[in-house]
């Protein structure tokens, strides 16, 4: 199994960047898939997740509408869309693969959850 992080750079405060993963080697419709982060110093924090057919997602406090997760069965990828970018949202992005199963903010939003994760892209916000 493989997950592919790509999409991450520099980009200024207020700008927008989309983050892709693509994922190999498992069936991808039978996953939950989510996003993490991790900054400098600090633990690793759930950005949000996808229901397995694209339906529901939840989302970390701090998203705040700013970020959107979509994802294409057909392509094996997931996508997170992040508008209104700032300095504190630097980190490296991580995408995360879990089975399937009771899709709730409390089921998705730790890292137990995924069996299968990325090597991660770096998002810088400059100021």
């Known amino acids: 199994v493989q997950l592919v992080e790509s999409g991450g750079g520099l980009v200024q405060a207020g700008g927008s960047l989309r983050l892709s993963c693509t994922a190999s080697g498992l069936t991808f419709s039978m996953y939950v898939m989510g996003w993490f982060r991790q900054a400098p110093g600090k633990e690793r924090e759930f950005v949000g997740a996808i229901s397995w057919n694209g339906d529901s997602q939840y989302y970390g406090d701090f998203v705040k509408g700013r970020f959107t997760i979509s994802r294409d069965n057909t392509k094996n990828t997931m996508y997170v869309q992040m508008n209104s970018l700032k300095p504190e949202d630097t980190a490296v992005y991580y995408c995360?693969?879990?089975?399937?199963?009771?899709?709730?903010?409390?089921?998705?939003?730790?890292?137990?959850?995924?069996?299968?994760w990325g090597q991660g892209t770096q998002v810088t916000v400059s100021s």
């Open positions: 995360a693969a879990g089975l399937r199963g009771k899709f709730t903010g409390a089921m998705v939003n730790t890292t137990t959850k995924y069996t299968y």
